[in-house]
């Protein structure tokens, strides 16, 4: 979507540029501000929500790694204890690497620390010689406390992307509306001024660069995009972008760009899979033919 946005704000800067020429038709001057209107707030809408995400998950990782390394250093301290004693519950309690505790749910990592420390600190004493000590258990509360904090605020701007992306979907929508007007009234000048014309229709050409003709002539008909990540903004790559009810499916590349290309117009259902994130569905998908619809998306990662 950034991108599209980027090559809409490339095509008013040109009709903006030219405003003198613009006067053949009195109501293209108001669908050009209308344009400009809408996507200053697709613009501002985008910022807020790269930034207020890529901060929170920021602060969040960063008292995650913390909480990890603290526990990690009772881990080995309790674990060496429970070897050489033959504690066998102590260390089925313990056994937990970097990975393991990396990998674990946001709540699950909480649970897990807390019934960790609970088990130890009923031997913590017997532990003294392995580096153990009642204020490295005490220490770790803290850490625990900010890190359950942090979640909240996190998942308040999951939430807040969800809307931001429903925002966004209904302006570019807008847009898309206006240009199809704006592009109506500037055929009127084709003839009388078809440089100009055609500087405009080239431009609109690189706005909707899936829609352009393959090199045989022949226009692809299907759907593309780029999906994200919900939680961080990034581009997500691996995710497996398929057409309900056919055998069209592809992967999203490194840049989480994905292409299907589909054999007629009609009304399609999508759906992308993820292992360690929420199935995405979107339904009444409306493809013409020898046209690519555009669907960007983001995938939310499980809880």
Known sequence: MINKHRMLVAVLDFLDKNESKLTFAPALLGYVDSAQDTLARIGSTQEAQLSSSEGYTQTKEAIQQQVIGSMLDIIRRAKAFAFVTND????????????????????????????????????????????LTPAMLEAIEPELAAYAAAL?????????????????????????????????????ISAADPLFYQEYKNL???????????????KTTGIAGVVSNLETGLKQA?????????????????????????????????????????????????????EMTTVDFDMEPLA
């Open 88 to 131: 066998l519950i102590l260390k089925q309690a313990v056994n937990y690497t970097y990975n393991k505790l990396n990998k674990l749910p946001q709540d699950s990592l909480i649970d897990v620390c807390n019934k960790i420390v609970s088990d130890c600190k009923p031997k913590v004493d017997l532990m003294a010689d392995y580096g």
């Open 152 to 188: 909240p605020g996190t998942k308040q701007v999951i939430a807040s992307r969800k809307t931001a992306t429903a925002e966004l979907k209904v302006l570019f929508a807008e847009v898309d509306h206006t240009f199809k007007r704006i592009d109506a009234l500037m055929d009127i």
């Open 204 to 218: 609109r050409v690189i706005d909707d660069l899936r829609r352009k003709s393959s090199s045989n002539g022949v």
């Open 238 to 290: 691996g995710v497996l972008v398929s057409v309900v009810g056919t055998n069209f499916s592809t992967l999203t590349d490194a840049e989480g760009n994905y292409t299907l290309s589909l054999k007629e117009a009609g009304v399609y259902s999508l759906k992308a899979e993820l292992k360690g994130y929420n199935d995405y569905e979107e339904e009444d998908i409306e493809v013409n033919q020898g």
